[in-house]
């Protein structure tokens, strides 16, 4: 973790000589292959659909690349960088927000998750795949508190990184473990309460 | 924590199936042509954009230095006007003065009637003229087109 996080910082510290030496091309190249993957994913994880994180990753990194210039190295270049993503993402969820009030009918649209199939069978059918548990887990993640269904996507999807999500964040990495507790406990609850006999079983992990 | 989960074993269950379903999504294939695209798309605006910055800023300077010349221009006029008129006053006073003895002996006791009808008639005569050729541009025309006559 400790030479990840070196090797992170080695890394903006070019970035930022290159910035300092007027090459910003080069410098954009260079954080491009390091950040797209998981500016995407602090989109999705915000905005819960594909196509509209598509969008809003490519604005943030063509938001990056016109203020590059403007990057003086005060704040880290991961922090500077989802500043700016997490901007990109709250304008989406606002025109969202103002689309859905204007037309209710299309307010599902956003949630890719949230339209999978969570009872479409008995919670404790044995015939019961991989796929539609999966599914139907992730529905389940949906109906948590938007602060701790965030946190909890963004650690699975960063590799159980605590510091990592808590940088996407702009938090402190106590709030987040804060989170994922609550957030896990919440959901062993409502497992809890949709009637199973055997939670961990369905879980798929030993009774 | 009033939340926290009954037993360990279904912590780790649940661990593991979050591990499971909740998998990072990859980047689309297209999505650096999309990029690229997009970020060339934006160098065109911005190269226009600075173009469009450069015109406006010589716009504003050149309305500016405009303005200033307007400015000084119009303090010229009122100085060169008040001037006329002081010196335009003396002029009638003093042309007054050394003709009131001659129009007296011609004249008789009428002599002032006539000076100040006299100086009334000059006077509407003036502003008359003022009013009719109020604007400069008219003015200025009229003198350039006698110009051009001439």
């Known amino acids: 973790m400790q030479t990840a996080d070196a090797g992170a910082a080695s890394d903006d510290q070019e970035v930022l000589e290159l910035l300092r030496s007027g090459d910003a091309a080069r410098a954009f190249a260079l954080l ?3 950040y797209e993957s998981k500016i995407y994913r602090l989109c999705h994880a915000l905005l819960r659909e594909r196509t509209q994180a598509q969008d ?6 063509v938001r990056i690349w016109r203020s590059l210039h403007r990057y003086d190295g005060r704040a880290a270049l991961s922090t500077w960088i989802y500043a700016i993503t997490r901007n990109r993402c709250f304008s989406a969820l606002e025109r969202r927000r103002r689309l859905d009030a204007a037309f209710p009918d299309a307010s599902d649209a956003g949630q890719e998750w949230a339209q999978l199939p969570a009872q479409t069978s008995a919670p404790d059918a044995p015939e019961l795949s991989s796929q539609q548990r999966d599914a139907q887990l992730r529905a389940l993640v949906d109906t948590l508190p938007e602060r701790l269904r965030r946190v909890l996507v963004l650690y699975y999807f960063e590799e159980r990184s ?3 999500v808590a940088s996407m964040l702009s938090c402190p990495a106590g709030t987040v473990k804060t989170h994922l507790f609550r957030a896990r406990a919440a959901l062993a609850e409502r497992l809890r309460g949709l009637g199973l006999h055997d939670p961990c079983a369905w879980l798929g992990g030993e009774a | 924590m009033t939340h926290e989960p009954a037993d360990a074993a279904l912590d780790r269950a649940l661990d593991a199936a979050l591990t499971h379903a909740l998998v990072a999504p990859q980047l689309p294939a297209e999505f650096r042509a999309r990029l690229q695209l997009a970020l060339a798309r934006a160098a065109a605006e911005e190269a226009d954009g600075s173009h469009l910055t450069r015109l406006r800023q010589r716009l504003e300077r050149e309305q ?3 303005l200033t010349e307007l400015q000084q221009s119009y303090v010229r006029l009122r100085r060169r006007t008040l001037a006329a008129l002081v010196s335009g006053a003396f002029a009638v006073g003093a042309a007054a003065v050394l003709a009131l003895p001659w ?6 006791p009428l ?5 100040s009808a006299t100086g009334a008639l000059v006077g509407l005569a003036v502003a008359f003229g003022g009013w009719s050729l109020r604007p400069g541009v008219a003015l200025s025309a009229f003198a350039t087109d006698r110009a051009h006559r001439d």
């Open chain 1, 32 to 34: 491009l292959p390091r």
């Open chain 1, 56 to 61: 809003a990753a490519q604005e943030s990194l």
């Open chain 1, 162 to 164: 605590v510091d990592e």
């Open chain 2, 64 to 66: 500016g230095q405009q």
């Open chain 2, 103 to 108: 129009l007296a002996s011609h004249v008789g």
């Open chain 2, 111 to 115: 002599a002032p009637l006539v000076m």
